[in-house]
């Protein structure tokens, strides 16, 4: 006998561990299977929601009115907020406002009004 075939005869005595390779082979591959089957559930998921929030018209408000109001506060001669809502995010815009839950339109007509004086968005 060489050494590999001695090796395994050793590790092996008996037919009765083929069953135990079977039910390890089994249990390692399951949670892959497990993981498959929930991938594709989420991507499933997902797609419906994309479909979801893409068939509802997105409205920020009314962009005149909110342009209008900076226009007034300029000629009112009004600061605007110097502080930037507590959830804005450096490098946004005022578009980027109206992506966030918590969208308020206040917040939004600020905005508009901060750039149109200062020339640039909050930091």
């Not at 559930?41 to 109001?69: C, H, I, S, T, W």
């Not at 578009?95 to 200062?118: M, P």
Request: hydrophobic letters at 40%; charged letters at 20%.
């Amino acid at each position: 006998m060489n050494k590999v075939s001695f090796a395994f005869a050793k590790v092996f005595k008996s037919w009765r561990a083929i069953p135990l390779m079977w039910a390890a082979a089994i249990l390692f591959a399951t949670p892959a299977l497990a993981d498959d089957a929930a991938e594709r559930a989420r991507e499933e998921m997902q797609q419906q929601l994309n479909k979801e929030v893409m068939a509802k018209p997105f409205n920020p408000g009314d962009v005149d009115k909110a342009r209008a109001y900076a226009e007034g506060a300029r000629q009112q001669n009004v600061t605007p907020a110097a502080q930037p809502p507590a959830y804005w995010v450096p490098g946004w815009t005022c578009a980027n406002l109206t992506t966030y839950h918590h969208y308020s339109y206040g917040d939004y007509q600020n905005c508009i009004y901060h750039h149109r004086y200062y020339g640039r968005y909050w930091r």
